[in-house]
């Protein structure tokens, strides 16, 4: 069983950065890719990036270039970077946690946060 806990959520202005964390209590958190997904109001959940124990990441097409995503396996807690906001990312974001690909597609989250609002005023 793996719990996670988002924070790091608020109201930006476009241009902006914030950065969100996700813990993951358990003891297993190596085994699992790391990601984040994100939800608008009246849209499908969309895949925003991962990434591997090894370090590995992926990232969706919306972002590329915008946001990082990094991990820190000590602590158990991973990290999205989002620089130069717009309002289209908008959304509630969703930790997850995959144990297995593709990692773009919300089937294969094992587990889930309970989200976090980012809001991107123009």
């Known amino acids: 069983q793996v719990q996670l806990v988002e924070s790091g959520g608020g109201l930006v202005q476009a241009g902006g950065s914030l950065r969100l964390s996700c813990a993951a209590s358990g003891r297993t958190f190596e085994t699992y890719a790391m990601g984040w997904f994100r939800q608008a109001p009246g849209k499908e959940r969309e895949f925003v990036a991962t990434?591997?124990?090894?370090?590995?990441?992926y990232y969706g097409e919306a972002v590329k270039g915008r946001f990082t995503i990094s991990r820190d396996n000590a602590r158990n807690t991973v990290y999205l970077q989002m620089n130069s906001l717009k309002p289209e990312d908008t959304a509630v974001y969703y930790c997850a946690a995959s144990r297995g690909g593709p990692y773009s597609l919300a089937r294969s989250v094992a587990y889930w946060g309970q989200g976090t609002q980012v809001t991107v005023s123009s």
């Open positions: 990434v591997r124990w090894s370090g590995s990441t």
